[in-house]
């Protein structure tokens, strides 16, 4: 974590404090004088909007849990009471809500921008699996989250997915009953939902703290994928990257603040307005839209044991990345055929996001199949045959010459 | 510490084994509260008694909805063309095969009670959909027959068949299962 210039304070108690425990020394090193590349674009701001957006739901969900109720009587009630009686309660509300599609939508560029410029990479396979983490653990606080409310989809959304559990040979059941702590999801799956939905940002953020420090090790990845080789290819953190990154989440908070206060139930289900019945299942179970490609996965296999496979598969697949890309080239810049690959990949994905708010019938079936033949294929066939056949182009021989030209 | 080893085995060895397995026998006792907390209270479990259900109100053809252990239960009066549809069936072309002697009571053949889950994902199944004379579930699209077995989509299974007895013609005892016949 070496740095263009060192840490000294010049103020006393400042030397005093350093001497005793040098955190002042890490902050400036870490996110002062450390040395970023010199040709991050804006897609590498995201990381840091990640940050603010854990930030934004830790701060406002601690908020709502001074006011909700976790209950099965009064749990929808106390939401209403939230948005209609607490001081400023519709606000965090919608904060805290749109902010999960918020905090989605900038992974969702994060992890594409990851594998756009080969970022999990050698040496940066821990650095991934480590997102990789995160996301599963992203994905878990999001469902206990949106279980909370009570309504008739949080009350499906529960028993569907706690219900991928009984589809494991023998002990399902047995898992599925001690999962819910009843013979249904009800009043203790509530609770201890909420009570996981409160521990987990917490271990998100643990998380994002190795995430960093490996980050920090490794030393950031850039769009020519080469790593840096003088003082020429780099610039310090602050203030070329702290202002960039600034700047986009400025950019970021104007459309989530869009969200907040023009269409704050855009992205939600009408039929959450309606208080969990546990005799009726709405005529249309969807999940949340940052689940929909998964979902679509599922229903695209009509084997509820493969399905659920497959689910899971699709994320897992994930950390196996950085040894499925047999490819030494790292940067989508240099490799013309991954590229055309990679896009096909986001439009399968986006596709099968779509795929997921359609009924499973006719050709939306076949495109499902075809999309999620695709995505698994991607990673099982493409990746690994692309690092042997696919002719790369010559790379600069460093960053400053990526940006400058031969004549640097 | 010292680096000095004596040969063969000591009574320090001993010790670091003995005192290593009651550590690891403690840990292992210690996370048995810890898990089971998570499984049905003793309340949940008394509230999972067996319910008495009177049949005499059910017409004909009819589909009721009874709730035992926080599960739909479903009694479907069948009329004579449902358990013929059910019972002319090849067996062997089913998803789960299961003949509808196994699916009902002898003797009681006009009645089905099925736990009302669909055997996909656990959703509620509409009664009296569907192209099978029995339930169409909304969420992916499982058809079951008259006699709750799975005949098309993801399901794997039949609707399950709760625990239960006749106790009079037109009473059912649901949550026992009674090796007498009544």
Redesign the interface.
């Known amino acids: 974590m070496s740095g263009h210039s060192t840490y000294s304070p010049q103020n006393k108690f400042l030397q005093w404090f350093e001497k005793r425990l040098p955190i002042g020394g890490l902050i400036h090193s870490s996110f002062i004088a450390y040395p970023t590349p010199r040709n991050l674009n804006y897609w590498w701001a995201f990381g840091g909007i990640l940050s603010f957006m854990l930030g934004v739901q830790i701060i406002t969900g601690v908020i709502l849990a001074m006011h909700y109720i976790p209950n099965v009587d009064l749990a929808f009630r106390s939401v209403e009471t939230i948005m209609r009686d607490v001081n400023y309660g519709w606000l965090l509300r919608y904060l805290h809500a749109n902010g999960a599609s918020m905090f989605f939508l900038a992974v969702y560029i994060h992890m594409f921008r990851g594998m756009y410029y080969g970022s999990y990479k050698e040496p940066r396979e821990v650095l991934w699996i480590l997102g990789v983490i995160l996301y599963l653990l992203m994905m878990a606080t999001g469902f206990m989250g949106y279980v909370l409310v009570w309504g008739q989809m949080s009350f499906?959304a529960a028993?569907?997915i706690?219900?991928?559990f009984?589809a494991i040979p023998g002990v399902g059941d047995t898992i599925v009953?001690?999962?819910?702590?009843?013979?249904?999801v009800?009043n203790?799956t509530l609770n201890?939902f909420y009570s996981l939905h409160y521990l987990l940002p917490f271990v998100i953020a643990g998380v994002v703290v190795l995430h960093v420090w490996a980050l920090h090790v490794s030393g950031q990845n850039n769009p020519s994928g080469i790593e840096p080789k003088s003082d020429r290819d780099t610039v310090p953190f602050t203030p070329y990257a702290t202002i960039k990154d600034g700047f986009l989440m400025v950019c970021f908070c104007i459309l989530f603040a869009w969200f907040v206060f023009y269409i704050p139930n855009y992205l939600g289900d009408a039929a959450n307005y309606i208080p969990a019945n546990?005799?009726?299942?709405?005529?249309?179970?969807v999940p949340e839209w940052y689940y929909l490609p998964f979902y679509a996965i599922l229903?695209s296999?009509?084997?509820?044991?493969l399905?659920v496979c497959a689910l899971f598969g699709s994320i897992g697949i994930l950390a196996f990345l950085p040894w499925l890309d047999t490819s030494k080239v790292r940067s989508a810049h240099y490799r013309p055929l991954y590229r055309q690959f990679f896009w096909l990949f986001v439009i399968a994905g986006v596709g099968l996001g779509w795929l997921g708010t359609k009924p499973?019938?006719g050709i939306y079936v076949i495109l499902a199949r075809v999309f999620t033949f695709y995505y698994f294929a991607f990673f099982l066939i493409v990746l690994p045959l692309l690092g042997i056949f696919e002719k790369t182009k010559p790379l600069p021989n460093s960053i400053s010459e990526s940006v400058l030209g031969a004549k640097a | 510490m010292t680096t000095v080893s004596s040969a063969g085995h000591s009574r320090r060895d001993f010790l670091y084994i003995a005192t290593g397995a009651v550590g690891a026998v403690g840990a292992a006792a210690a996370l048995v509260p810890l898990?089971a907390q998570?499984?049905?209270?003793a309340s949940?479990i008394a509230a999972?008694a067996p319910v008495e259900i009177d049949l005499a109100p059910i017409a004909d053809g009819q589909i009721v909805?009874v709730?035992w252990?926080?599960?739909?239960i479903f009694i479907f009066h069948r009329t004579k063309h449902d358990i013929e549809l059910a019972q002319n069936v090849n067996v062997a072309s089913l998803p789960d095969p299961a003949p509808d002697s196994e699916r009902v009571k002898a003797g009681h053949e006009q009645w089905l009670v099925v736990i009302g889950i669909c055997?996909?994902?656990?959703?509620?199944p509409l009664p009296h959909e569907g192209n099978y004379d029995g339930w169409f579930?909304?969420?992916?699209?499982s058809q079951y027959d008259s006699a709750g077995r799975i005949r098309q989509?993801?399901?794997?299974k039949n609707l399950y068949l709760p625990p239960y007895t006749f106790i009079s013609d037109t009473k059912i005892r649901i949550g026992e299962e009674s090796t007498k016949s009544a």
């Open positions: 499906w028993t569907v706690t219900n991928l009984s009953t001690w999962l819910w702590g009843g013979y249904a009800g203790p201890r546990p005799a009726v299942t709405p005529a249309e179970i229903r296999i009509p084997n509820k044991l399905g499973p019938e | 898990i998570m499984n049905p209270d949940t999972g909805k709730f252990r926080s599960k739909p055997t996909h994902l656990g959703c509620i579930c909304p969420c992916h699209g989509g993801p399901a794997p």
